[in-house]
């Protein structure tokens, strides 16, 4: 156990625990040119410093989380430390109680989705670093917390198994067991951004229509579809079942273009690119039957 | 107590694959796995799956590839079931909508892979593993098949004979993590472990945090041995500060190794003067841990890999998410600048052992996976030959499991009249012994008397004590501190290089954590979503996985694939052509061998100097 032991000091936070109504994401700028060097300086001003998070904690269960407050940590930096090593050096060597999801540490996994200095992000992949401090962790908004960073992702799950995300290939000539159905480069380059989906929530999570329309499709499922509709192996009949699925009333029609699951999106989807080429998709098959 | 015909538990790719198959042979399946299946660590895979699709290649080129690959230690049978089934297999994920990367024509495209003779590695970009989780799992939902997610398994119900070959595993035992309650789940057919690989018993792995080692602690305990665990890979390419892999597509698309003296020291000093970087990942990894050791690694620790020469457009084309990964956890563009890389732990080529149709000696108990032993990759896997054992063993264990007859195995599985006995190799400390805490139950008492109901009850309960007993304890030691400890040894001693002396000392060290362990109690008191106590039993379960691989490394005195022994630099054939077999016998480890098959269907794989 490490002897730099910090008592996690505690504070009120003002949210509760639903998180509903939390001030939506302002968008940052993560990447482009000079990057690399600008992160090797800020990184060689933190060395040999300690990084002040302030992360939510909140536990039905247990009587002095049940209402919800922040704890501040404070965690030696090391080269390359992201926001999931943050939380898990203050859970391994100072409050082994400290609960969140995370798996891969590479992206990939998407089980860590968190509210970084209010914006939806990968805990994995922020480099530490690149944040203000004291960095503020939090809960995903518009999800239910069930304990500390972790948010119920039943109804986000719901949404995507709403849009029959699976291959229909019924109306598709039979194939040779032996024998790939064939795909242009072209029309997988086309599916490609919308296959990269790792559900981590994010998108969902920053979108102000979901969180007034509970029964909002949302960016994520609405993406998972996209994929489908747009992929030339699935035939006519099945792309029409799609796009009614699509055009519902809390379907695609539901976006105001806000852009906010774009922004935030770790895997560089363009969401609300493929909700609208998806309505544009509707209208047209609509002009073709009325 | 939930109940259905097959339990599979873990949803990566070979426990998806085992799920459909089951339901397919007519099975009332669930699976039940402690991340969301879409959070399995498969979705990591980058490079691709070998299949011998094209003219040109065929099943037996891809099967002699793999026997030399594995050093001569995979059996034949399941490296020819392999090579036969991989094409079927890759060509159905793609009827079933996997974007794989295509041609001009259309087609599905191929790229090499170290160790291969045919460029016959299928491929999604950088993002195999990705796409053939999500494809997978959507056929599991398209199919409705019941899903249990974040639910822990803890223990198998499994009856107690003395001979483990007469048991029988009638179910699991598992806890909802997000609100702590224990259950039974009573499989009427058969249990699929699909648990996947045990990386986490090192502290510089690719592998993902859930890489625990639980199914093959699970399996040990109830009597199943644990096959050839000293053969861990360590893949030549990964970044130095997280373990996060870069692709062996890397390599595959013509990427250069270099040492900081800006040579190619694959060929400049001889390491593979035939294939330089694709060589197998064995000679890769010791040739850059030798440049390092001699003076010549970046840093003091690692080498550079760089791809700038392959141009913005293929790497954009075909490696773009290696860009996202050296930028987001390295902070360096590999378009332009070489990326840092060392070895880490990646890949365990033993597991529980197991028959071609995925069957352990214990009756009913199933593996798949990396967490299982066939065994395909003998001493040293080939890139891109685990994503085709998934699928093709993933779903033989599924349909055996549900009852679908796939002939007589010629792998046989347990103690019997075909192996050899025990080891004269002293041990430095007396391996396992542990007392009722660190067991955390074996198999149920009851015997052959006992009806299924009442040995999943008496797991159960079992389950419910340990459990309480870890939370009402006050104070103590905690599972990181465990864990640190466990994963700083194994890397120190039982890594790329091994001596006898380091070996030893890690088994002695593995000792301390098993009686650190008797000690160990959860701090969080909350029943909700309590990863303390998870990590906790995982801890448990990492403990005897570590102890497996260090005396698998201590036994086998020779070199041979990934297994390197200092004091012994031979491949000894006469005496060594033969599997490591651990199996848990009264609460301690005991070993024994059981013969390498090299018996094939058309011909006997002769054991040849293996070069590059
Ligand atoms: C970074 C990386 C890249 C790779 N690239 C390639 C490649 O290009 N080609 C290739 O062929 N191979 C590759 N491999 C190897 C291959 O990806 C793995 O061997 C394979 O994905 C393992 O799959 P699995 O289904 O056995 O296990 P996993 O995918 O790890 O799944 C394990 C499942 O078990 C569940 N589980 C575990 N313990 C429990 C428990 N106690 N209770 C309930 N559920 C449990 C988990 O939730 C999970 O669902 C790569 C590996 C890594 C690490
Ligand atoms: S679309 Fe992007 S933000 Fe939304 S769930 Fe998928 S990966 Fe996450
Ligand atoms: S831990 Fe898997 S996406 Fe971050």
Redesign the interface.
């Given at each position: 156990m490490s002897t730099q032991q910090a008592e996690p000091e505690s504070q009120e936070a003002p949210e509760d625990p639903e998180m509903k109504g939390a001030e939506s994401p302002a968008a940052e700028e993560q990447k482009g040119g000079g990057m690399v060097e600008e992160h090797a300086e800020k990184e060689a001003e933190l060395e040999g410093e300690t990084v002040h998070i302030k992360v939510f904690r909140y536990d039905p269960e247990v009587a002095d989380k049940q209402e919800p407050r922040f704890d501040d940590f404070h965690v030696p930096f090391t080269k390359g430390m992201t926001v999931l090593d943050s939380v898990m050096y203050a859970r391994d060597e100072y409050d082994s109680s400290l609960t969140f999801r995370h798996s891969c540490r590479q992206a990939v996994c998407g089980s860590d989705a968190f509210f970084v200095n209010g914006k939806q992000r990968l805990g994995c992949k922020t480099q530490i670093s690149d944040l203000e401090q004291p960095v503020r962790i939090e809960p995903l908004p518009h999800q239910e917390v069930v304990k500390d960073l972790v948010v119920d992702m039943d109804h986000f799950y719901d949404q995507m198994h709403a849009v029959e995300p699976y291959f229909q290939d019924e109306d598709t000539p039979e194939t040779d067991a032996l024998e790939e159905q064939r795909q242009s480069p072209e029309n997988r380059e086309k599916i490609k951004m919308s296959s990269r989906c790792i559900w981590c929530g994010a998108c969902m999570s920053s979108c102000n229509i979901a969180a007034g329309d509970n029964e909002y499709l949302g960016p994520a499922a609405i993406n998972k579809a996209y994929k489908f509709a747009m992929d030339d192996r699935e035939g006519e009949e099945i792309k029409e079942h799609r796009l009614r699925i699509l055009e519902q009333e809390h379907g695609v029609w539901r976006c105001q273009t806000q852009f906010s699951c774009t922004e935030v999106c770790p895997k560089d989807i363009p969401l609300t690119e493929h909700i609208q080429e998806l309505k544009r998709e509707a209208v047209k098959k609509n002009l073709k039957f009325w | 107590m939930y109940e259905h015909d097959v339990i599979v538990v873990g949803a990566g790719g070979a426990g998806l694959r085992a799920a459909i198959a089951a339901h397919e042979a007519g099975a009332d399946v669930a699976m039940v796995t402690k991340?969301?299946p879409?959070?399995?660590?498969t979705?990591?895979a980058e490079g691709g799956i070998n299949a011998a699709l094209q003219e040109g290649d065929d099943w037996e080129l891809h099967a002699y590839d793999t026997m030399k690959g594995s050093d001569y230690l995979g059996d034949a049978p399941a490296v020819e079931t392999l090579a036969q089934d991989a094409?079927?297999e890759t060509?159905?994920l793609?009827?079933?909508?996997m974007?794989?990367?295509?041609?001009?024509?259309?087609?599905?495209s191929q790229r090499p892979f170290g160790g291969l003779s045919y460029p016959r590695t299928t491929y999604a970009?950088a993002?195999t593993?990705?796409?053939l989780l999500?494809?997978m799992y959507?056929?599991v939902?398209?199919r409705g098949i019941q899903v249990y997610d974040e639910w822990y398994v803890m223990n198998l119900a499994t009856t107690d004979e003395a001979d483990p070959n007469d048991r029988e595993c009638h179910g699991v035992v598992a806890y909802d993590v997000?609100s702590g309650t224990i259950e039974g789940f009573k499989a009427n057919q058969g249990v699929v472990l699909a648990t996947g690989g045990p990386g986490q018993a090192f502290d510089h792995t690719t592998n993902?945090?859930?890489c625990t080692g639980d199914g093959h602690a699970m399996a040990y305990r109830a009597g199943a041995p644990l096959e050839d665990m000293e053969f861990i890979q360590f893949h030549p390419t990964s970044l130095p500060?997280?373990?996060?892999?870069i692709s062996e597509g890397v390599r595959g698309e013509g990427g250069i190794l270099y040492n900081s003296e800006g040579e190619r020291f694959m060929f400049e000093h001889g390491y593979a003067n035939n294939s330089g970087e694709l060589a197998s990942r064995d000679v890769v990894a010791r040739a850059e841990l030798t440049e390092v050791d001699e003076g010549r690694g970046v840093e003091d620790e690692y080498v550079h890999l760089d791809m700038r020469h392959l141009g913005e457009d293929r790497i954009m084309d075909r490696l773009e998410n290696i860009l996202?990964?050296a930028?987001?956890?390295?902070?360096?563009?590999g378009l332009v600048e070489p990326m840092p890389v060392k070895p880490g732990q990646h890949y365990a080529m033993g597991g529980i052992e197991v028959d071609e149709n995925g069957q352990t000696c214990v009756d009913g108990l199933y593996a798949a996976g990396e967490c299982a032993c066939v065994s395909v990759h003998g001493g040293n896997r080939l890139g891109g030959n685990a994503l085709p054992e998934l699928i093709v063993f993933g779903k033989r264990a599924g349909r055996h499991a549900a009852g679908d007859d796939l002939g007589e195995p010629k792998i046989r599985t347990g103690y019997g009249d075909d192996v050899e006995d025990e080891t004269e190799t002293e041990l430095p400390v007396a391996p396992g012994e542990a007392g009722l805490d660190a067991t955390g139950g074996v198999a149920a008492d009851g015997g052959v008397t006992a009806d299924p109901e009442g040995i999943l009850e008496r797991t159960v309960e079992t389950a419910r004590e340990r459990v309480d007993r870890l939370m009402d304890k006050e104070d103590g030691v905690?599972?990181?501190?465990i864990r640190?400890k466990l994963q700083k040894a194994m890397t120190d001693y039982v890594n790329v290089f091994r001596t006898e002396e380091g070996v030893k000392k890690a088994l002695e060290i593995i000792r301390e954590c098993r009686q650190e362990y008797q000690d160990v109690y959860?701090?969080?008191?909350?029943?909700?979503?309590?990863?303390?106590l998870q990590q906790t039993i995982e801890t448990r379960n990492l403990i005897d996985v570590a102890e497996s691989i260090a005396l698998g490394a201590l036994v086998r005195d020779e070199f041979r694939g990934a297994h390197w022994r200092k004091e012994h630099q031979e491949r000894k054939d006469e005496e060594w052509l033969k599997h490591t077999l651990i199996s848990w016998d009264d609460g301690e480890p005991s070993i024994f061998y059981r013969p390498v098959i090299l018996e094939g269907q058309n011909k006997t794989y002769e054991p040849k100097e293996r070069s590059y």
């Open positions: - | 991340l969301h879409v959070r399995s660590h979705g990591a094409p079927e060509i159905n793609e009827h079933w909508g974007p794989f990367s295509r041609e001009e024509d259309g087609r599905v970009g993002e593993g990705h796409h999500h494809t959507e056929q939902v398209k997000q993902a945090v859930s500060s997280t373990g996060v892999l996202h990964l930028e987001d956890f390295e902070g360096v563009d905690q599972h990181a501190e640190a959860v701090d969080d008191p909350s029943r909700t979503f309590n990863t303390d």
